[in-house]
């Protein structure tokens, strides 16, 4: 006997988490395999699709960056309906907790290095912040956060033009903590309206900015205004100062991107996804071009799951879906394809953000999403796969990530659906 | 890999590669002590381990895993830096570990920390060290208080000596000392004559820990029904403590002495076709991962690759979800909290996909907080607090929950979730005799 489904998603990040609603949606019955927490928590939580394709960017709208982008890209399998489909999922998931959905246009979200990143959906808390709305902007940092230095954002952002202008002050926080105190300790302050000398955090918070706006119209926050009250937060603060205070997405630990991870699971488990995390999936067994069963690493001993169907959504190189060393790129889990250039040094550019080749290292899909071997045949009928682990992006250059995973993850997602249950 | 056809550009695993033609360049002196550098040198310092931590989000003063695994880890090479003492509020919930994304052995760089801190830098007379020596040897100490079960409680159930306890020793007046039975399952086993079953081929070991056989011996009892029901024969070994209370409070050398004890007793009986059983999850975590972690002693490898929590062992090798699709049992509604080393044992959600669909049962999960005890933490006098502001998101969830019943799989959990609800509370191996017995 082993665990048994219609459709086994392995993965725990966006692609995963799309993967299985998109599979679940036909009926069958879905489970995630997880290794570990999702690493939606390390990200930033804002969902991109394209930015920028060839030389164009960033692009108004990400679809018509389309016909730019290389062959083989995962953009040109799914086409433009994978991508509408998986952004349905993903607008379906979160409801109203997210943004941009009214428009097909990129909107410009403020980073907290002070770029711009042009993003299909957003948090709410984002929302008042964007670079393409009007209005002079007070950023505002703490002394003790020091990933986030709001003069320097600031600056970052008058240097490429914006239209309005950008003040960046760092501020003492009202209550003091030990000097490596976490993001989430300031959050828990908020949420729970700790008590100060002059009053409360939040109240003194309001005081110390309202002293030093000069006009501005919005004020931006790291995104640490609060965990369990993030909106109670920001209403008080807004409502203090008199103009709209919106949050800039930090790097881990990211509140934004814990909350993201909440959502989708929380989506997941109203879908009846079932869902096992906690170890790794490490080998199979097979007939044939047929994969029987999946092992899962359970602490030294293997735990066999079955399933009609497999979506392999397990990340890119930093996500461990793919592995390297000296020599060799190679996918660990069915030791799919990994096309890469012999010689090693041809893997990257000088340049720091050069056009890396190791940045579009990934399995080759057919037109159904199979991973196909050096010959272009697919490894296994019954083995699909999504977002990072899939090859021919390069997501950190196109800004094109979250938008990769959910369209590779719907289509994916759909077609292991559809065949578990026909 | 398997016997999956082979995909034709395949490539060396890296080992093998690595022998070919990359030679790598010794730059420490070899050491036979467990060299920890190499998780060390893995954290990329994302932080997603404090953020996890249920003992940092209460308590402003402690500085969180990634402090007490790689960065503690790096300061103690210094010749003049000891472990800081701040280890000791680390309440081993392992919950950093399945956070990292980098594969940093966190937990087993605090269980060396804390073992170094204790040897090294405890006061071995203080209040502190025999307070957590006492508290670490639960074992030996539910062993003579249940020769006389009764007198035992009532005296642990006075008052006065619950004060005195909190004085003279810490342990924190605030909790009902737990009840020894009657009988424990070693007793009952003993007088039902062992087995009632016998076969070749489906053989278990049960690994019933402290708990189940002095505290609920009901646990243990239904976990033989369950399994002699499905025709596997059961034995019980003689055992000693599984040692998770000992990694808590640093005692690596009781811990080391049960741990040869357990080996000697369950190792032999692996090549005769049993695989162990354990029914507290702190237990099977110790068993499959501490134990090869920790100590180089003879079959622990074994045991640890021959664990498994009871109802995983029967989802793997039976029909479970048949046998329940035909089985119903009466009204009843629970409110379940997976225990943290269910979690990183990849069981969080079994008991609640399971029972889901079993007629006449309602089950809810109540959240993924920490309940907050970690086994002798919240014993503690001045960790209590603490505890019980750890356990507050559970305690309200399980107040909303529809459920007026407890579940959960870990009996210090169940301790703390009676505590804080005055609920009942069940194990899922419980649920499952009534289901299928």
């Known amino acids: ?422 | 890999m398997s016997d999956a056809e082979t995909p034709p550009d395949t490539t060396p695993t890296p080992g093998e590669q690595g022998e070919d033609d990359f030679e790598p360049v010794e730059v420490f002196p070899e050491s036979t002590e467990m060299d920890l550098r190499p998780g060390a040198d893995n954290c990329y310092k994302c932080t997603s381990c404090d953020v996890s931590c249920p003992v940092a989000e209460v308590d402003d003063e402690f500085p969180g895993p990634k402090f007490q695994g790689p960065e503690q880890w790096r300061l103690k090479r210094k010749e003049d830096a000891s472990v800081d003492d701040s280890i000791m509020s680390c309440s081993n919930c392992m919950r950093c570990d399945d956070a990292c994304p980098s594969g940093v052995p966190l937990s087993q760089m605090h269980n060396t920390a804390r073992g170094e801190y204790v040897d090294e830098d405890m006061d071995k007379l203080s209040r502190e060290y025999i307070r957590n020596r006492i508290l670490a040897n639960y074992g030996t100490l539910a062993e003579l208080g249940s020769m006389f079960p009764r007198l035992t409680n009532a005296i642990m159930g006075n008052s006065l000596v619950q004060q005195i306890n909190e004085k003279v020793l810490g342990i924190t007046a605030e909790r009902e000392f737990p009840a020894f039975a009657t009988q424990t399952f070693r007793e009952w086993w003993n007088e039902r004559g062992g087995p009632q079953v016998r076969s070749e081929d489906k053989r278990v070991a049960y690994f019933h820990g402290c708990y189940s056989n002095y505290n609920t011996p009901e646990v243990g009892k239904a976990m033989v029904r369950v399994f002699e029901e499905f025709g596997y024969e059961v034995v019980v070994p003689k055992q000693r403590c599984s040692g998770t209370p000992m990694f808590a409070n640093g005692m690596l050398d009781d811990a080391k002495r049960a741990a040869g004890i357990n080996a000697e007793n369950f190792a032999g009986l692996i090549p005769e076709g049993y695989d162990i059983i354990a029914s507290c999850t702190s237990c099977s975590m110790s068993l499959r991962q501490e134990y090869p972690e920790l100590f180089d002693i003879d079959g622990l490898e074994d045991i640890s690759e021959h664990t498994y929590e009871a109802m995983e062992y029967l989802r793997i090798h039976e029909d479970l979800d048949s046998a329940l699709a035909d089985a119903s049992v009466s009204e009843q509604s629970f409110a379940y909290h997976a225990p943290c080393h269910a979690r990183n044992q990849g069981l969080d959600r079994q008991a609640v996909e399971l029972f889901r669909d079993l007629d006449g049962v309602t089950i809810e999960d109540v959240g993924d907080s920490c309940s907050g005890i970690s086994g002798t933490y919240g014993w503690k006098e001045e960790k209590y607090d603490k505890s019980m502001q750890i356990g507050a998101d559970m305690f309200d969830h399980m107040e909303h929950a529809d459920g007026n019943v407890g579940m959960t799989e870990c009996p210090t959990c169940s301790m703390q979730m009676e505590h804080g609800t005055g609920y009942d509370i069940k194990h899922p191996l419980q649920l499952l005799e009534e289901a299928l017995v």
């Open chain 1, 1 to 422: 006997m082993a665990i048994t489904d219609d459709v086994l998603v392995i993965g725990g990040g966006i692609a995963a988490c799309t993967a299985a609603l998109s599979a679940a949606e036909t009926g069958a019955q879905v489970r995630l395999l997880a290794h570990k927490k999702s690493t939606l928590r390390q990200a930033s939580g804002l969902v991109d699709v394209l930015g920028y394709a060839g030389d164009d960017g960033p692009l108004a709208n990400p679809y018509d960056g389309l016909d730019e982008l290389p062959e083989g890209h995962p953009y040109r399998i799914v086409g433009e309906d994978g991508i509408r489909d998986g952004l349905r999922l993903f607008d379906e998931a979160v409801g109203d907790a997210y943004r941009g959905g009214h428009t097909d246009d990129n909107a410009l979200v403020a980073t907290y290095g002070g770029t711009m990143k042009p993003t299909a959906r957003y948090p709410e808390s984002v929302a008042s912040g964007l670079v393409s709305a009007s209005g002079d902007m007070l950023l505002v940092g703490f002394e003790s956060l020091t990933d986030f230095d709001a003069p320097v954002a600031a600056d970052h952002l008058e240097a490429a033009g914006v239209p309005f202008s950008v003040r960046g002050v760092s501020l003492p926080f009202p209550k003091t903590f030990r000097a490596d105190a976490k993001l989430t300790r300031f959050a828990k302050a908020l949420d729970r309206d700790e008590s100060v000398e002059s009053g409360t955090v939040r109240s003194s918070l309001a005081d110390a900015v309202a002293d030093e706006l000069d006009g501005e119209t919005r004020v931006g926050f790291p995104a640490m205004l609060g965990d369990d009250h993030d909106t109670e937060v920001r209403d008080e603060l807004a409502d203090r100062l008199g103009v709209p205070v919106f949050e800039v997405p930090t790097g881990p630990p990211s509140l934004l991107g814990l909350k993201l991870e909440d959502m989708l699971f929380d989506a997941l488990d109203e879908a009846g996804v079932r869902i096992s995390s906690g170890n790794p999936a490490v080998d199979f067994e097979a007939d044939g071009d047929r994969i029987e069963t999946v092992l899962v690493d359970q602490k030294s001993r293997m735990t066999p799951y079955e399933a009609d169907q497999i979506v392999l959504a397990t990340g890119g190189l930093v996500g461990k879906g793919l592995d390297s060393d000296r020599a060799h790129v190679t996918e660990p889990v069915f030791g799919c394809h990994v096309p890469h250039p012999e010689d090693r040094y041809d893997w990257s550019e000088p340049e720091a953000f050069g056009d890396h080749e190791f940045a579009r290292f990934g399995v080759v899909p057919d037109d159904e999403l199979r991973p196909t071997d050096a010959d272009g045949e697919s490894h296994f009928e019954n083995l699909r796969a999504a977002g990072g682990v899939v090859g021919g992006a390069h997501v950190a250059r196109e800004k094109s990530a979250s938008g990769v995973s959910l369209a590779t993850g719907a289509v994916a997602g759909r077609l292991a659906g559809e065949d578990a249950t026909q």
